[in-house]
Each structure stands twice: as structure tokens, then as C-alpha cells.
């Protein structure tokens, strides 16, 4: 099956064409040489076809890039344009409801039965136990739908839509993985029942909630809430597969319905962030709702309420989220002093574990060089 046949390749060092190329590192008088290398190595040796940085410090804005967005054309990588964020979603979904929560409208320790009576039931699952924070959380134990389903049913299926109802009905057919509150699982499952959620209470769809609430506020203006449209606003790089043969899938065009409320929006390394600095530094939720985003347990680890907090080299700790969709995986978050970072690959699945790693160790150099 594709998914084996991906996790256990060992990309050999290529360019775009599939020709050997050495990883050279940025010359030492190039402006933040270690992060140059890192995104050099990503699109050679880790096979990734072109990667992205951009931050935003008190140097302003900087954004570098290497290898291709079109592996036919050979065009570089757009510096600004947009893709696929996968699970940074997630960030913008439980903002969301915690300013739902902020209106009186949710509670983050109410039932889902409260708001969803019935619905969330089934083999010892039970929206009577499970709250809204454990939704957010990911420690609701219920059984992750998109593990279900399958990734490559979604890659060779790109088109097909998906109905949360449906994807939530194939989650209720097994049991939890744990009771709620007691253990911890990533789950888009718990982030899918809090989308419908947000729907019940307002009586609006999720995408209206996310962009009256939060893009129209901060101006996001390069963030799109897509809904079943398979197609990138422009400029956009294309998103890749790699395939047991080693070559490139092209899988640009994507229903993103099947990830919905947990990976379904589209942005770019600009819009992020400016949101998570402004979330952050306190912009977007009142003091006391941030410090609840950003309170974790000894059960959920480093994360919060669609944060995760990641200790930097420098010292300094940022809150943030990775997300993956297919073609694209993404590392995006900010720190307390304003700073914030996006690293970007077109390639997912596809990327070999040290290409993993390098994404990561990319991000923190991009918040931690010339700081």
C-alpha cells in the first residue's frame, strides 16, 4: 500500500528533475546561513521539491526560499502565495469556539450532549461525558476518523467529498481509546464534532463563524475557508506525493472536506503569522481565555486548546501548530516577545524522517538565528 511503502523511504539526494544534486550549505556571509542550509537539504537530499520560511521579527518581514513550487515548469517557489495548512486549522477552530465561549454561547466544560444531544453515541462513545474542553483538547478518546479512513484513500480518491455526519459515523463504529479526560490521542474527529458545534449554537456554518470572527478582524485576507472546492487561490506552489516508485504525484487539486473543521483552510506563511502573533500578544481573546487556550495538563502533555507549546533552542518557548494535508505539511507559531515563523514543504506524504526532523529544526532556526 502507498502509506508502507512512503514511511519507509529513503529519499537519495534530488533535485526537482530527479537528477543528484549536492547539498551545498548557504555561503557563512549569506543572512541566516543555518536556516538556508536546512531548506536546501530539505529540497535535496530529503527530496522535498521547494520549501519555504518566512518571519516576522523586528527585522520586519523575511522570506526564503528554495527549490521549485512546479516541478513541470520548474517555477520557483512563490514568496507569497498560498496552500494547504492541514491541522493549523485547528488553531483557528478552537479560537473560534473560545470566542463563542467569550459570548456566552458555549461553555468549555458543558457536555457535547448539551449542544449536540444524541449525536456523539455509539460503542462507548457518549457525548454525555465528553466536553467541549476534552474536544480541543484531544482528550475526548474518540477514535480519529482520517486513521480510519485511511490516507490513501484520500490520495487516490482526491475528489471525493465528504460529509462530517459521515465521517463522524465512521468514528462512532469503533470504541474510544480511552475515557474521556484520562488519556491523551490526536484526534480530528474531537475537532470535527466541535465544528458542528459552533454550527448549532449560531446557526451559521463553521467557515462564516471562522471568517466574521476571526479572518475579517485581522484582516486575513490570504486566508480562505475553501469548502468542497479542490482548487488554490493564486499564486500558489503545487502539492506533492511521493509514490512507491519514488517519483512525484501531483495532488494540487483536493476536496478538502475530508478534513473540514480539523485542516481545511487555506493561507499562506503571511497570514500566519500575523494571527498567531496577534493571538499571542493578546489581540484576539480577552487575558483569561488566552491563559485557558494555553493551559495544559499533565494528561494532554504541551497542548492546549489547539496550541501546542515548543521549547526553542534559544530558550524561548513558542505556541504554535503543525499541520499536514496532503501535498503540503507546515510548522507556524510565535512566541511571547512578537516573534513569529511559517516553514513550509510541498510534499506530503512523501518526506523521509530526517526531512521531518528538518522541517522542525528549519522553524527553529527561523526564531532563533539573528534573533
Given at each position: ?5 512512503i ?12 537528477t543528484?544534486?549536492?547539498a551545498a550549505?548557504a ?10 542550509r ?9 527530496g522535498?521539491?521547494?520549501a ?20 513541470r ?15 493549523v ?7 473560534t469556539?473560545?470566542?463563542?465561549v ?10 457535547v450532549?448539551?449542544y449536540?444531544p ?12 465528553i ?54 490521542a490526536?484526534?480530528?474527529t ?8 459552533v454550527?448549532?449554537?449560531?446557526g451559521r456554518?463553521?467557515g462564516?463563524?471562522?471568517e ?7 484582516n ?25 516508485d519514488?517519483?512525484l ?23 500566519l ?11 484576539v ?34 505556541w ?36 521531518e ?8 532556526a527561523?526564531?532563533?538565528e539573528?534573533?
Amino acid at each position: 500500500m502507498l502509506r508502507k511503502t512512503i514511511a519507509v523511504l529513503g529519499l537519495a539526494g534530488l533535485s526537482a528533475a530527479g537528477t543528484a544534486v549536492p547539498a551545498a550549505p548557504a555561503a557563512a556571509h549569506e543572512h541566516r546561513p543555518e536556516l538556508r542550509r536546512l531548506l536546501h537539504t530539505l529540497t535535496t537530499s530529503d527530496g522535498s521539491p521547494g520549501a519555504l520560511a518566512e518571519i516576522r521579527d523586528r527585522h520586519g518581514r523575511t522570506v526564503i526560499t528554495d527549490g521549485v513550487g512546479d516541478v513541470r515548469t520548474g517555477a520557483p517557489m512563490p514568496k507569497r502565495g498560498h496552500w494547504r495548512i492541514g491541522s493549523v486549522t485547528k488553531t483557528f477552530t478552537a479560537t473560534t469556539v473560545l470566542l463563542l465561549v467569550e459570548d456566552g454561547l458555549i461553555e468549555l466544560d458543558a457536555p457535547v450532549e448539551r449542544y449536540l444531544p444524541g449525536v456523539v453515541r455509539g460503542n462507548g462513545n457518549d457525548g454525555r461525558d465528553i466536553t467541549v474542553r476534552h474536544l480541543l483538547q484531544h482528550t475526548s478518546g474518540l477514535p480519529d476518523f482520517l486513521g480510519l479512513l485511511g490516507i490513501d484513500r484520500v490520495v487516490e480518491n482526491p475528489l471525493e467529498d465528504h460529509e462530517p455526519e459521515d465521517l463522524l459515523a465512521l468514528a462512532l463504529e469503533h470504541r474510544p481509546g480511552f475515557d474521556p479526560g484520562t488519556g491523551w490521542a490526536y484526534s480530528n474527529t474531537g475537532y470535527l464534532v466541535a465544528g458542528m458545534i459552533v454550527e448549532k449554537v449560531t446557526g451559521r456554518s463553521l467557515g462564516d463563524e471562522i471568517e466574521r470572527r476571526v479572518l475579517g478582524p485581522l484582516n486575513l485576507d490570504g486566508t480562505v475557508v475553501p469548502g468542497d472546492s479542490p482548487d488554490l487561490p493564486g499564486p500558489h506552489p503545487r502539492g506533492y506525493v511521493r509514490t512507491p516508485d519514488g517519483a512525484l504525484l501531483d495532488r494540487t487539486r483536493l476536496n478538502p472536506s475530508v478534513a473540514w473543521a480539523g485542516g481545511d483552510l487555506v493561507s499562506g506563511g503571511s497570514d500566519l503569522n500575523r494571527f498567531y502573533a496577534a493571538l499571542l500578544g493578546g489581540r484576539v481573546l480577552r487575558p483569561a481565555t488566552l491563559r485557558e487556550m494555553q493551559r495544559t495538563t499533565e494528561v494532554s502533555g504541551d497542548y492546549g486548546l489547539g496550541l501546542r507549546r515548543v521549547s526553542l533552542t534559544c530558550g524561548a518557548p513558542v505556541w504554535g501548530h503543525a499541520g499536514d494535508m496532503i501535498g503540503f505539511s507546515t510548522v507556524t507559531g510565535a512566541t511571547r516577545d512578537g516573534r513569529s515563523a511559517t516553514v513550509m514543504v510541498n510534499l506530503k506524504p512523501g518526506l523521509s524522517d530526517a526531512g521531518e526532523q528538518r522541517v522542525k529544526d528549519a522553524f527553529d532556526a527561523a526564531l532563533c538565528e539573528d534573533a
